[in-house]
């Protein structure tokens, strides 16, 4: 017989070793991307679609019987179950028919846990996880049976996700044109279903009342206020918000250059926020202790696999209002872009004593303020958004973003941030916050001794300079990106510039400037002695950086200095 020729791309990649060459589904081949070919993940999730079945459950109601009943639920974002593994690409389980299913044994445990503390609460009587999931001996059974759920709406869409994690490279590493010696840093694959409606099933061995089966799903509701699957700290897995836990909700609303997913399309993720509190947590307690304690303490706030993995105390959730996708640029360059404005909500994950309840609800309003008043959200966070503050109609990049509050704020918090003067006080109050909480976790803050990163929060690290600009017009600092900032001042010497240089980076690297017009949108006044919020369309232009020993930032901080346009120090640039 004559060997079949490349016998091996007969095989569906479900099935082909990993290696490169056959399959490698996590692995995001730059050759391929560059050349427009797709990625082996992508050939993965068209030959299940066109294998998988269909099951019309669309029009059902949910069943209502004694002894069988279903409910739905609509996720918020994206979900992904924790069972299923293809060497490290994380995917659902896939039921029969080809069908992604959540498994019945993980809805049994999931259920168990919030039974076991709703028992410990006094909400329901006692022994009530015995006689429903049975005595942890396995002796006495439960009466209730698990079946997991199912999508009941097209799940097939946008299958492949992408997950880029970029700690290192955004915080600790002094030269970030070295991206790629980080190990972790790289873009990796996933896949996860966008918004399924997930149908639920329990059956009991008896008929149950109608108040039973009523406790029995309020149980499940308090279930999946906690997240399902895999990811939910970062967003993922999220259908509603338990109001008892929740630590702080704002509005916002932002634009900027939407991610792009694997396929080149565009989409807003709500994962742009945990990473950006995560980020600044980093650098906070960077400049409070050393590098070892503060990425413990972020560890225990966010979650982490270091050691044996930790379940983190914070949960990330964002209702989208309104949304809308769209692009920029034209000949050859067509960038993703949002608009986008809603509710973020930040929640416990499990209970905390009160004093360490009321420090963690303080460190988290102020993370959030923090990275509002200091950057944004998402991609290019560090600039503030082109197409609103600089002036030259010419320039065709897409950089930077825009945030701001939306709806009405907490006038508490909107007044520490009222003018550039306040800027010094609210950082020392974050920072306060910050060891509050720290102690409170038996660390003591070492600030004499900060953590080795190239943007720790520390005053020997870190300036932060700032001013009054009227309108967006007035916008100053945008100019020195990309123009000199200051002209030769005797002939023969050149202009000044920190164009293409460690201040500001490049492709590829990192710069060590943040630059941000922030809208305070109210103004403060004295009326017969007392402090009256009025509305105002100034910004308050703030620079913040982190300067490194190359001349050009020793040539731009004398220029600073000489207070151009108005900038004054605001914060930090001590020994």
Same mark, same amino acid.
């Given at each position: 017989?004559?060997?079949?020729?490349?016998?091996?791309?007969?095989?569906?990649?479900?099935?082909?070793?990993?290696?490169?060459?056959?399959?490698?589904?996590?692995?995001?081949?730059?050759?391929?991307?560059? /050349?427009?070919?797709? =990625?082996?993940? =992508?050939?993965?999730?068209?030959?299940?679609?066109?294998?998988?079945?269909?099951?019309?459950?669309?029009?059902?109601?949910?069943?209502?019987?004694?002894?069988? !009943?279903?409910?739905?639920?609509?996720?918020?974002?994206?979900?992904? *179950?924790?069972?299923?593994?293809?060497?490290?690409?994380?995917?659902?389980?896939?039921?029969?028919?080809?069908?992604?299913?959540?498994?019945?044994?993980?809805?049994?445990?999931?259920?168990?846990?919030?039974?076991?503390?709703?028992?410990? +609460?006094? *909400?329901?009587?006692?022994?009530?996880?015995?006689?429903?999931?049975?005595?942890?001996?396995?002796?006495?059974?439960?009466?209730?049976?698990?079946?997991?759920?199912?999508?009941?709406?097209?799940?097939?869409?946008?299958?492949?996700?992408?997950?880029?994690?970029?700690?290192?490279?955004?915080?600790?590493?002094?030269?970030?044109?070295?991206?790629?010696?980080?190990?972790?840093?790289?873009?990796?694959?996933?896949?996860?279903?966008?918004?399924?409606?997930?149908?639920?099933?329990?059956?009991?061995?008896?008929?149950?009342?109608?108040? !039973?089966?009523?406790?029995?799903?309020?149980?499940?509701?308090?279930?999946?206020?906690?997240?399902?699957? *895999?990811?939910?700290?970062?967003?993922?897995?999220?259908?509603? $918000?338990?109001?008892?836990?929740?630590?702080?909700?704002?509005?916002?609303?932002?634009?900027?250059?939407?991610?792009? @997913?694997?396929?080149?399309?565009?989409?807003?993720?709500? *994962?742009?926020?945990?990473?950006?509190?995560?980020?600044?947590?980093?650098?906070?307690?960077?400049?409070?202790?050393?590098?070892?304690?503060?990425?413990?303490?972020?560890? =225990?706030?966010?979650?982490?696999?270091?050691?044996?993995?930790?379940?983190?105390?914070?949960?990330?959730?964002?209702?989208?209002?309104?949304?809308?996708?769209?692009?920029?640029?034209?000949?050859?360059?067509?960038?993703?872009?949002?608009?986008?404005?809603?509710?973020?909500?930040?929640?416990?994950?499990?209970?905390?004593?009160?004093? !360490?309840?009321? +420090?963690?609800?303080?460190?988290?309003?102020?993370?959030?303020?923090?990275?509002?008043?200091?950057?944004?959200?998402?991609?290019?966070?560090?600039?503030?958004?082109?197409?609103?503050?600089?002036?030259? /109609?010419?320039?065709?990049?897409?950089?930077?973003?825009?945030?701001?509050?939306?709806?009405?704020?907490?006038?508490?918090?909107?007044?520490?941030?009222?003018?550039?003067?306040?800027?010094?006080?609210?950082?020392?109050?974050?920072? /306060? $916050?910050?060891?509050?909480?720290?102690? @409170?976790?038996?660390?003591?803050?070492?600030?004499?001794?900060?953590?080795?990163?190239?943007?720790?929060?520390?005053?020997?690290?870190?300036?932060?300079?700032?001013?009054? +600009?009227?309108?967006? /017009?007035?916008?100053?600092?945008?100019?020195?990106?990309?123009?000199?900032?200051?002209?030769?001042?005797?002939?023969?010497?050149?202009?000044?510039?920190?164009?293409?240089?460690?201040?500001?980076?490049?492709?590829?690297?990192?710069?060590?400037?943040?630059?941000?017009?922030?809208?305070?949108?109210? @103004?403060?006044?004295?009326?017969?002695?007392?402090?009256?919020?009025?509305?105002?369309?100034?910004?308050?232009?703030?620079?913040?950086?982190?300067?490194?020993?190359?001349?050009?930032?020793?040539?731009?901080?004398?220029?600073?200095?000489?207070?151009?346009?108005?900038?004054?120090?605001?914060?930090?640039?001590?020994?």
């Amino acid at each position: 017989m004559n060997p079949i020729p490349n016998a091996y791309k007969k095989v569906p990649m479900m099935f082909r070793a990993q290696i490169r060459g056959r399959s490698q589904l996590h692995y995001i081949d730059p050759h391929k991307e560059k /050349d427009g070919e797709k =990625q082996d993940v =992508q050939y993965w999730a068209e030959e299940w679609i066109e294998k998988a079945e269909f099951i019309p459950l669309t029009n059902q109601d949910d069943s209502q019987n004694d002894t069988y !009943q279903t409910q739905t639920y609509q996720i918020r974002w994206r979900f992904v *179950t924790n069972g299923g593994q293809d060497d490290g690409m994380i995917r659902p389980v896939i039921g029969g028919y080809g069908i992604p299913f959540y498994p019945g044994s993980s809805m049994k445990g999931a259920f168990r846990q919030a039974c076991e503390q709703a028992e410990q +609460a006094g *909400t329901i009587p006692p022994n009530r996880c015995n006689l429903y999931c049975g005595d942890e001996t396995n002796i006495t059974p439960g009466i209730l049976r698990f079946q997991g759920a199912y999508p009941i709406n097209d799940w097939t869409e946008n299958l492949v996700d992408l997950v880029h994690p970029q700690q290192g490279w955004q915080v600790k590493t002094p030269n970030t044109r070295g991206k790629h010696l980080l190990r972790g840093e790289s873009a990796y694959a996933l896949v996860s279903l966008v918004q399924p409606s997930l149908r639920f099933s329990i059956s009991s061995s008896k008929p149950l009342s109608t108040e !039973q089966w009523q406790e029995i799903w309020q149980i499940w509701h308090d279930t999946i206020a906690a997240g399902l699957g *895999t990811r939910v700290s970062a967003g993922y897995g999220q259908v509603e $918000t338990d109001s008892t836990s929740i630590l702080y909700q704002v509005r916002v609303k932002g634009q900027g250059q939407a991610a792009k @997913l694997i396929d080149g399309t565009g989409e807003f993720r709500p *994962t742009i926020f945990r990473a950006s509190l995560r980020g600044h947590a980093l650098r906070l307690f960077g400049g409070l202790t050393n590098d070892k304690t503060a990425e413990a303490l972020v560890e =225990q706030l966010f979650g982490g696999v270091q050691g044996k993995g930790t379940v983190g105390l914070l949960k990330l959730g964002f209702e989208t209002e309104e949304l809308r996708l769209g692009t920029f640029g034209q000949n050859g360059y067509k960038q993703p872009t949002y608009n986008v404005e809603g509710e973020m909500i930040w929640s416990l994950t499990r209970p905390l004593p009160d004093d !360490q309840h009321a +420090a963690l609800q303080n460190l988290v309003t102020d993370l959030i303020w923090f990275a509002m008043v200091f950057g944004g959200f998402g991609k290019s966070w560090r600039r503030a958004d082109h197409r609103l503050f600089y002036p030259d /109609d010419e320039y065709e990049k897409l950089i930077g973003c825009h945030w701001q509050w939306a709806g009405e704020i907490d006038r508490k918090n909107a007044f520490r941030v009222r003018s550039p003067k306040t800027i010094s006080k609210f950082i020392n109050s974050v920072l /306060d $916050t910050a060891k509050t909480w720290m102690k @409170l976790q038996g660390k003591i803050p070492t600030p004499n001794h900060p953590a080795n990163w190239r943007e720790s929060w520390h005053p020997s690290r870190v300036q932060v300079w700032g001013r009054w +600009a009227k309108n967006r /017009d007035e916008c100053v600092a945008i100019d020195w990106l990309h123009k000199p900032y200051q002209k030769g001042i005797v002939r023969g010497e050149k202009d000044k510039s920190i164009r293409r240089t460690s201040v500001t980076g490049e492709l590829g690297q990192i710069g060590r400037l943040w630059h941000r017009m922030y809208p305070p949108k109210r @103004l403060w006044i004295k009326k017969e002695g007392k402090l009256e919020p009025i509305s105002t369309n100034r910004f308050i232009e703030l620079l913040t950086l982190f300067p490194d020993e190359s001349p050009e930032f020793k040539q731009f901080l004398a220029f600073l200095q000489q207070k151009p346009e108005g900038f004054e120090l605001l914060w930090g640039g001590k020994k």
